[in-house]
């Protein structure tokens, strides 16, 4: 195992046209009412995001994908194409759940062939070991709360301005990682407090 890698960590998500009812303020005894058409489209995303393993001055790093309908091999295979340009071809050790188009007959076969990257399973039913739950939990609870947008294009959009939102604020990626209870050595971030 490369121990001078990317640890990156992935994860699928749906999101669909019907909004993501949350709790919300409102003047007293004016309900606030979210109208939407019932439509049933759906959209996958998929987020890649990676920490370096000796280098924290290199900061975690997020790859995100969203796609109409959902993630298959073939598409996952296409995202982590993108994850390889996104990292520079630099050894990732990719850490994902056992979802079976991750582990098919040619998933197994196309990371055979490449030497960048490295696969590792995460325990089953271990969802809250992946720093990325945190991400879609967060996007959920604010960009995509009780959205009711007609096309998954408004979906899409408040989605990457959440995925901004996180890209501009180096904390949340680290304690997101934080709030796994797992650590990449040195066990210690970086102290992004102090002005450089």
């Not at 990292?87 to 196309?110: C, F, K, N, Q, T």
């Amino acid at each position: 195992m490369n121990t001078r890698a990317w640890i990156v960590f992935l994860d699928e998500s749906g999101v669909s046209l019907l909004p993501q009812i949350r709790r919300t303020y409102a003047p007293r005894g004016r309900t606030p009412l979210l109208r939407h058409r019932l439509n049933w489209k759906r959209a996958s995303m998929a987020a890649a995001l990676g920490y370096h393993s000796t280098d924290f001055d290199r900061g975690p790093r997020l790859c995100f994908h969203l796609k109409p309908g959902s993630y298959d091999t073939i598409a996952l295979i296409e995202v982590l194409e993108q994850v390889k340009v996104f990292y520079r071809g630099e050894p990732v050790i990719l850490v994902w759940d056992g979802l079976s188009a991750h582990w098919s007959r040619a998933m197994r076969a196309w990371v055979g062939e490449q030497d960048w990257l490295t696969l590792e399973r995460l325990p089953a039913y271990a969802p809250e070991l992946n720093p990325v739950e945190l991400l879609w939990s967060s996007l959920k609870k604010r960009e995509l709360a009780n959205l009711a947008g007609d096309h998954l294009a408004d979906v899409a959009d408040a989605t990457e301005q959440g995925v901004h939102r996180i890209n501009r604020n180096q904390h949340l990626p680290w304690s997101y990682l934080a709030h796994t209870g797992l650590t990449i050595h040195p066990p210690h971030p970086p102290d992004l407090r102090k002005v450089q």
